[in-house]
T-cell receptor, first 116, second 110 residues
């Protein structure tokens, strides 16, 4: 168990560019979540997957944001036409859903995005 | 949506002291978790505790779901306990989104 892995750790981009982040969850975990955290705030939910199915999306997730989990393993989060307001830490988390019972969420180290 | 309030917002302790961190929530929950975010930003899951009491070393947590609050106890604090403590709750379905509080910033001084 190597934990949740996120890449890259840091990304600096110019406004208007597209960026893509990757998350590799804990191998046996079937649920994968994306959160966003800004300075001084708690993480805010963006979206989550059960295996490859995207089951819920926050209203925070504008049309410029898209997430995929094509084979139910790793996930990518893409932001198109980045804006300065997208600057934040993007966190991925995973958990094991067994018979619809909740379980602890495990977070990766995050990808810090800076849009200049 | 569900509201999560944590108190106090900031806490400064001398090493060795005990502390109690509180989390109030506005609706029934079936999921409540406590996290510690260390100074390097890593979020560590401390407890999954939608009800009852759990202990893990110097840390323990109690959730009284009927009264909509949870408490995190830290005993014999150490400088490595410094960081931000988040309470997160879920009220619909199993493992759907968790709503986080704003966190409690703890500083433990040697």
């Amino acid at each position: 168990d190597t934990g949740v892995s996120q890449n890259p750790r840091h990304k600096i981009t110019k406004r208007g560019q597209n960026v893509t982040f990757r998350c590799d969850p804990i191998s046996e975990h079937n649920r994968l979540y994306w959160y966003r955290q800004t300075l001084g705030q708690g993480p805010e939910f963006l979206t989550y997957f059960q295996n490859e199915a995207q089951l819920e999306k926050s209203r925070l997730l504008s049309d410029r944001f898209s997430a995929e989990r094509p084979k139910g393993s790793f996930s990518t989060l893409e932001i198109q036409r980045t804006e300065q307001g997208d600057s934040a830490m993007y966190l991925c988390a995973s958990s094991l859903d067994v018979a619809a019972h909740n379980s602890p969420l495990h977070f990766g180290n995050g990808t810090r995005l800076t849009v200049t | 949506g569900i509201q999560v309030e944590q108190s106090p917002p900031d806490l400064i302790l001398q090493e060795g002291a005990n502390s109690t961190l509180r989390c109030n929530f506005s609706d029934s929950v079936n999921n409540l978790q406590w996290f510690h975010q260390n100074p390097w930003g890593q979020l560590i899951n401390l407890f999954y505790i939608p009800s009852g009491t759990k202990q893990n070393g110097r840390l323990s947590a109690t959730t009284v779901a009927t009264e909509r609050y949870s408490l995190l106890y830290i005993s014999s604090s150490q400088t490595t306990d410094s960081g931000v403590y988040f309470c997160a709750v879920g009220s619909t379905g199993a493992n759907s989104k968790l709503t986080f509080g704003k966190g409690i910033t703890l500083s433990v001084r040697p």
